[in-house]
């Protein structure tokens, strides 16, 4: 688990390699810190489709659940490739040309393939990870599935084979003629966080809700 994903022909970028890691900590900083991500794959009779999703991870494996009759799931199931995809704007880059406009960002592209877990306390445990990647500490304080539930619900794991980090930072890159002119140029940051709870019941909020939103 700690040396870097393999450098291929499928995970390496074509631009800006100063940008890319293949390094395991940072990859998976950003796919534990993203609150969705995108899957990307292909039907049998060659539609492609991408779309978003939550997740949770544990080591090198992906897991998401659904519906039993979810296309994502059953996409995954089928062992063909997948691509996953998850992705952090940390801010506009605005340059004094319109050229060198950017963003500042975290993106990391995942590549593996899938299976369906049939094992019930693996899971739960995926079940209990996808529902602790939402609200940390909620799977005690919820009810847990019941047998229904857990019917009805299909859960797919996602062995991660390669995976690439690549991040923008800093101010924008403008050509040496630009410095002087007269346009402004600079990075606006772009942040996300959580309002305040919009509560169902009336009971007070809990330590687990108020740290997440404090």
């Known amino acids: 688990m700690s040396c870097p994903f393999a450098k291929t022909q499928r995970s390496a970028p074509q ?21 969705i991500c995108h899957v990307g794959f292909t039907m049998p009779n060659g ?20 519906s039993t ?11 063909d ?6 992705t ?22 995942a590549f593996g393939s899938g299976y369906l877990l049939t094992d019930e306390a693996l899971r739960q445990e995926a079940f209990r990870l996808t529902v602790e990647k939402l609200i940390p500490g909620r799977w005690e304080n919820c009810r847990q599935p019941n ?21 923008r930072t800093g101010p924008p890159n403008d050509i040496a003629s630009d410095l002087e002119g007269p346009y402004w140029a600079g990075v606006i940051p772009t942040l996300t966080h959580y309002g305040p709870p919009e509560p169902a019941v009336s009971q007070e909020l809990p330590a687990h809700i108020s740290e997440l939103v404090s």
């Open 81 to 86: 490739p997948i691509c996953c995809t998850f």
């Open 69 to 79: 009759q979810s296309r994502l799931l059953q996409a995954i199931a089928s062992g």
């Open 147 to 167: 047998d229904a539930e857990s019917k009805a619900t299909a859960i797919a794991a996602l062995k991660i084979e390669e995976a690439t980090l690549k991040v």
């Open 15 to 35: 631009r800006t390699p100063k940008r890319v890691s293949f390094e395991r900590p940072p990859v998976y900083a950003v796919i534990d810190e993203a609150p």
């Open 47 to 66: 539609q492609p489709f991408v779309i978003p999703t939550i997740h949770a991870r544990k080591e090198d494996t992906l897991y998401f659940h659904g």
């Open 88 to 109: 952090f704007l940390d801010g506009i880059v605005a340059a004094r040309s319109a050229m060198h406009h950017s963003m500042n960002y975290r993106s990391v592209v």
